[in-house]
């Protein structure tokens, strides 16, 4: 669990642990703010997607935190290093990518030392490489408010004083920016990423002082500062500047030498515009906007190795939610939409009329690509099933999005795809709404499930220490079984399941799992235990070793 600090308590220096808690209140925070923060942005696109975009870094930096502490226990080095490097990583947006920097800058700060002094430093750091690198900054934004909390504690102080100056000089900075921006005083709001940075600082300062930051009074003249989301206007309707531009956002992972970066970015520069290149140590976040999202992606092979590359069409993407109202003929009464591991389970879903969307290892998809597919399943009412305990969030995100379509939409919290095949099987399109979704979700709800995985690295698992190589059973999510053994692993997990109860068991084998697993298994219940089915899927590539659901 993260620390909780008592209201009156103020931390002397800033461990691993408040770091832990910072990380947690700082998405939180952005949490609650995220739909405010996506209404008004304006600048440097009005796609409405900044608050989405911090959340889903923040999100990242924050499960990056809570791996290290799974593995191990942490000091604040290892700690402030796998929140800017989980940042990096999950990076999304222009506002992402520099959330990303400004906390990569903080950390290399903050891994020397952890007191008030240190903090003030941190934060000086974080907006000097937040502004390195963009490439053409523009004052009004981001930049101007992390520039504003830097100068405000300069000086130093206790971690208190300092988060408490720095956060009070970015809300002061952040009233400022629709004067010094002339979209952001038309559209008559304040700078969406600012609001974002003030929310983290706010987090920051809870996290120090022991208590939550004052929401501020919106300023006269209507412009909303820090919290005061009920003066938060919708973005404007009219053409607007920071709206004409590049037709294309390309994001990507890139790893390359710092020299090959030099040259991406003059040619990246020379490409489009809203440019930001962070990270270092050979590994990099890439964000520009383009007419040649191509050329874009092939100057990033020219420098090293992209992956993980998003292009997003701005224009396509805005008439997304139009062509979802009026829709391209009549509508389909009801879909499903479904999150899946590997090619075969998606075959599965989408032979039983699911519309599915890929997860791959290490790259679960964003709360973009869910509301694309509830676009695509072309519903009035659509059950969306994550089938991840770890996509909760990004597909409740998705779901307010495309509700505020006008798109009827269902989220069943399934944690696993064994709980999404059990709802799959019992949907039915004619029932009404909210009876085929209470149908689905009892039964996902009454199948258990289990998966298997093998172990990367040792490490302390609530079963015992792991080692690498080590094959772990997981039950609901906890290590259950250590073994040496994929079979035997298994067998033991499935007994430790049935042994609650069951009437159907449900193995979803992958690609490299031994062939003959899967039938030793369906043996294994048909001798222990007379009145359990089995049932065999095949997850194809991309999929976990194994995934049992007993239900």
Same mark, same amino acid.
């Given at each position: 669990m993260s620390r909780a600090l008592h209201s009156d308590e103020e931390l002397v220096e800033l461990d691993a642990e408040a770091v832990r808690?910072?990380?947690?209140?700082?998405?939180?925070?952005?949490?609650?703010?995220? #739909? #405010?923060i996506d209404a008004i942005n304006v600048y440097p696109v009005a796609d409405g997607d900044t608050g989405t975009n911090l959340y889903l870094t923040a999100e990242a930096a924050h499960q990056a935190v809570e791996a290290v502490f799974a593995a191990s226990v942490p000091d604040t080095a290892e700690t402030v290093r796998a929140m800017a490097h989980g940042a990096l990583l999950g990076a999304r947006g222009n506002s992402g990518t520099i959330l990303a920097q400004l906390l990569r800058g903080m950390a290399a700060v903050l891994a020397e030392g952890r007191d008030g002094d240190h903090l003030a430093r941190a934060l000086a750091e974080a907006a000097t490489a937040a502004r390195r690198a963009v490439a053409h900054p523009v004052e009004g934004t981001v930049l101007t408010v992390a520039a504003a909390?830097?100068?405000?504690?300069?000086?130093?102080?206790?971690?208190?004083?300092?988060?408490?100056?720095?956060? #009070?000089?970015?809300?002061?900075? @952040?009233?400022?920016?629709?004067?010094q921006?002339?979209?952001?005083?038309?559209?008559?709001?304040?700078?969406?990423?600012?609001? &974002? @940075?003030?929310?983290?600082?706010?987090?920051?300062?809870?996290?120090?002082?022991g208590r939550a930051p004052e929401r501020a009074e919106p300023p006269r003249g209507g412009v909303p500062l820090l919290g005061d989301l009920r003066a938060v206007p919708a973005a404007p309707e009219g053409p607007c500047e920071g709206e004409a531009g590049p037709a294309y956002e390309v994001i990507y992972l890139l790893e390359a030498e710092d020299a090959a970066v030099e040259l991406l970015r003059a040619r990246l520069d020379a490409l489009g515009d809203s440019l930001v290149v962070v990270g270092g140590d050979g590994l990099w976040n890439v964000h520009v906007h383009v007419d040649d999202a191509g050329a874009a992606v092939e100057a990033g092979v020219e420098a090293g190795r992209?992956?993980?590359?998003?292009?997003?069409?701005?224009?396509?993407?805005?008439?997304?939610?139009?062509?979802?109202?009026?829709?391209?003929?009549?509508?389909a009464p009801r879909a499903v939409v479904a999150v899946v591991p590997g090619e075969g389970l998606a075959g599965l879903c989408a032979e039983a009329g699911a519309t599915t969307v890929r997860s791959r290892p290490g790259e679960p998809p964003a709360a973009d690509e869910l509301v694309e597919a509830i676009r695509r399943a072309h519903a009035r009412e659509v059950v969306l099933l994550p089938n991840d305990t770890d996509l909760r969030r990004t597909a409740a995100a998705a779901a307010e999005r495309a509700r505020a379509e006008g798109i009827?939409?269902? @989220?069943?919290?399934?944690?696993?795809?064994?709980?999404?095949i059990a709802a799959l099987a019992v949907h039915e399109p004619d029932r009404r709404f909210d009876e085929d979704?209470?149908?689905?979700?009892?039964?996902?709800?009454a199948t258990r499930y289990a998966e298997l995985a093998v172990a990367e690295r040792q490490s302390f698992t609530s079963a015992?220490?792991?080692?690498?190589?080590?094959?772990?059973?997981?039950?609901?999510?906890?290590?259950?079984v250590i073994g040496k053994d994929l079979t035997e692993t298994a067998r033991t997990v499935l007994d430790r399941m049935l042994s609650a109860g069951g009437e159907l068991v449900t193995l979803v084998v992958a690609d490299g799992t031994p062939p003959g697993l899967a039938p030793d298994l369906e043996r294994h219940v048909r001798r222990g235990y007379l009145a359990v089915d089995t049932t065999t899927y095949h997850?194809?590539? &991309?999929?976990?070793? @194994?995934?049992?659901?007993? #239900?």
């Open positions: 808690t910072w990380c947690a209140r700082a998405l939180d925070a952005l949490g609650r703010e995220r #739909e #405010e909390a830097a100068d405000g504690c300069a000086g130093g102080g206790t971690l208190a004083e300092v988060a408490a100056r720095a956060h #009070e000089a970015a809300g002061n900075a @952040l009233a400022a920016t629709p004067g921006l002339d979209v952001l005083g038309r559209a008559g709001v304040v700078d969406a990423g600012g609001r &974002g @940075l003030v929310a983290v600082l706010g987090a920051l300062l809870e996290t120090v002082g992209p992956h993980r590359i998003r292009v997003t069409h701005f224009a396509s993407d805005a008439a997304a939610g139009a062509r979802a109202a009026a829709g391209r003929g009549e509508r009827r939409v269902a @989220l069943i919290p399934t944690r696993a795809a064994v709980q999404g979704v209470v149908a689905m979700t009892a039964a996902a709800g015992g220490v792991c080692q690498a190589g080590d094959v772990l059973g997981l039950i609901e999510g906890d290590v259950a997850a194809g590539a &991309g999929a976990p070793p @194994l995934l049992i659901g007993v #239900e």
